[in-house]
C-alpha cells in the first residue's frame, strides 16, 4: 500500500455524553490529498474497534479508505486503556451512549471538512463490539439525511441457541485477568460480554445495508455464528452481504483492510 504523503492525519477529539462530566475519547480524521478530494467528496467513515482494543487495531481500515479520497474519522471508546486512560463512570451510562459515537464522531469530522450529507455517501461499523455499536447506532440514530447509508461488520456473529458462548468457556476465561486490566471497572467483562450476548439476540433495525465479514479462522464468532446473524438481519428486512476469507482471525482485524476496500469499491463508494 502506498499513502500519499499529502495524507492529513489530525488528532481530535470525540466527546462521550455517558459521564457526568463531559468527557472526550482520542481519535484521528483522515484527510484524503485535496486533488482527490477536488473531485467531489463520495463518501465518509465513522469507525470503532472492539472490547479492550483500541483505534490502531483498524488503522488499515482508514488509511486505505483514505487511499482511496474518502475522509472519516477512526475513534476510540471510552474505558479502553490502549487508546487512553478515558474512564466509565457506569455501566448503564456506556450501554446507552457508546453507540452515539458515531454521530459525535462525523460532527467532529464536518467541523474538519465541509462536504454536504445528501451528496454522501456513508460508512459505519467496526470490528466485534464495535460492529454491534454500528448496529445499534442505525437502529436507534436517525441518518436519512445522507444519499446511502452501509454498515460495516468485521468479526461478529450469533451463537446457536443452547450453545455455551465463547466468552463461557476456559479458553476465553484464561484471558480475562488481563482484560479486565485494560477497561474501565465499570465495564468489566463480566459485566459487558453479557450485555452483548444478549443485544446481538435483540436487534431490530431494518432496512439497512449491511456487510458482514468473518474469517472462518475466527474461533470467537464460531462456526456459522456470521450466517445465523445474516439471516436474523435478513429476516428483520435489511439488505446483507457475507465473505468469509479462510484467513481473518479475530484477534487481527486490521487483515480486514483489503476485503472492506474492494468490497466498497465494488459497490461504487469510490467514485
Same mark, same amino acid.
Given at each position: 500500500?502506498?499513502?500519499p504523503s499529502s495524507l492529513r492525519v489530525k488528532k481530535v477529539q470525540v466527546p462521550y455524553l455517558g459521564n457526568r462530566e463531559r468527557?472526550?475519547?482520542?481519535?484521528?480524521?483522515?484527510?484524503?490529498?485535496?486533488?482527490?478530494?477536488?473531485?467531489?467528496? *463520495?463518501?465518509?467513515?465513522?469507525?470503532?474497534? $472492539?472490547?479492550?482494543?483500541?483505534?490502531?487495531? !483498524?488503522?488499515?481500515?482508514? @488509511?486505505?479508505? %483514505?487511499?482511496? #479520497?474518502?475522509?472519516?474519522? &477512526?475513534?476510540?471508546?471510552? $474505558?479502553?486503556?490502549?487508546?487512553?486512560?478515558?474512564?466509565?463512570?457506569?455501566?448503564?451510562?456506556?450501554?446507552?451512549?457508546?453507540?452515539?459515537?458515531?454521530?459525535?464522531?462525523?460532527?467532529?469530522?464536518?467541523?474538519?471538512?465541509?462536504?454536504?450529507?445528501?451528496?454522501?455517501?456513508?460508512? @459505519?461499523?467496526?470490528?466485534?463490539?464495535? %460492529?454491534?455499536?454500528?448496529?445499534?447506532? &442505525? =437502529?436507534?440514530?436517525?441518518?436519512?439525511?445522507?444519499?446511502?447509508? =452501509?454498515?460495516? %461488520?468485521? $468479526?461478529?456473529? @450469533?451463537? *446457536? =441457541?443452547?450453545?455455551?458462548?465463547?466468552?463461557?468457556?476456559?479458553?476465553?476465561?484464561s484471558t480475562l485477568a488481563i482484560r479486565a486490566q485494560l477497561v474501565s471497572a465499570a465495564i468489566h467483562p463480566d459485566k459487558t460480554? *453479557?450485555? !452483548?450476548?444478549?443485544?446481538k439476540e435483540a436487534l431490530s433495525l431494518s432496512d439497512q445495508n449491511i456487510y458482514l465479514l468473518t474469517g472462518e479462522d475466527d474461533?470467537?464468532? #464460531?462456526?456459522?455464528?456470521?450466517?445465523?446473524?445474516?439471516?436474523?438481519?435478513?429476516?428483520?428486512?435489511?439488505?446483507?452481504?457475507?465473505?468469509?476469507?479462510?484467513?481473518?482471525?479475530?484477534?487481527? *482485524?486490521?487483515?480486514?483492510?483489503?476485503?472492506?476496500?474492494?468490497? &466498497?469499491?465494488?459497490?461504487?463508494?469510490?467514485?
Amino acid at each position: 500500500m502506498s499513502l500519499p504523503s499529502s495524507l492529513r492525519v489530525k488528532k481530535v477529539q470525540v466527546p462521550y455524553l455517558g459521564n457526568r462530566e463531559r468527557t472526550t475519547t482520542n481519535a484521528f480524521c483522515f484527510i484524503p490529498e485535496e486533488k482527490k478530494l477536488e473531485r467531489g467528496i *463520495p463518501s465518509v467513515f465513522s469507525f470503532t474497534h $472492539g472490547f479492550t482494543s483500541h483505534k490502531a487495531s !483498524i488503522l488499515n481500515w482508514a @488509511l486505505r479508505l %483514505a487511499e482511496e #479520497g474518502v475522509p472519516g474519522v &477512526l475513534f476510540d471508546l471510552p $474505558g479502553h486503556y490502549l487508546g487512553g486512560f478515558t474512564e466509565v463512570d457506569s455501566f448503564e451510562g456506556f450501554t446507552e451512549n457508546a453507540h452515539r459515537m458515531f454521530s459525535s464522531a462525523l460532527a467532529v469530522l464536518k467541523e474538519n471538512l465541509s462536504y454536504e450529507e445528501s451528496n454522501t455517501k456513508l460508512i @459505519l461499523g467496526g470490528h466485534s463490539l464495535g %460492529a454491534l455499536l454500528g448496529l445499534k447506532t &442505525l =437502529q436507534e440514530e436517525d441518518y436519512s439525511v445522507y444519499q446511502k447509508v =452501509q454498515s460495516i %461488520a468485521v $468479526g461478529f456473529g @450469533l451463537p *446457536p =441457541q443452547g450453545v455455551t458462548h465463547i466468552f463461557n468457556t476456559p479458553f476465553y476465561k484464561s484471558t480475562l485477568a488481563i482484560r479486565a486490566q485494560l477497561v474501565s471497572a465499570a465495564i468489566h467483562p463480566d459485566k459487558t460480554f *453479557p450485555w !452483548i450476548k444478549e443485544q446481538k439476540e435483540a436487534l431490530s433495525l431494518s432496512d439497512q445495508n449491511i456487510y458482514l465479514l468473518t474469517g472462518e479462522d475466527d474461533v470467537v464468532v #464460531g462456526k456459522n455464528g456470521t450466517e445465523r446473524l445474516r439471516d436474523q438481519l435478513m429476516e428483520l428486512g435489511n439488505n446483507v452481504s457475507l465473505e468469509k476469507p479462510a484467513k481473518l482471525a479475530h484477534h487481527l *482485524p486490521e487483515n480486514a483492510a483489503p476485503h472492506i476496500k474492494k468490497w &466498497l469499491k465494488d459497490q461504487g463508494f469510490f467514485s
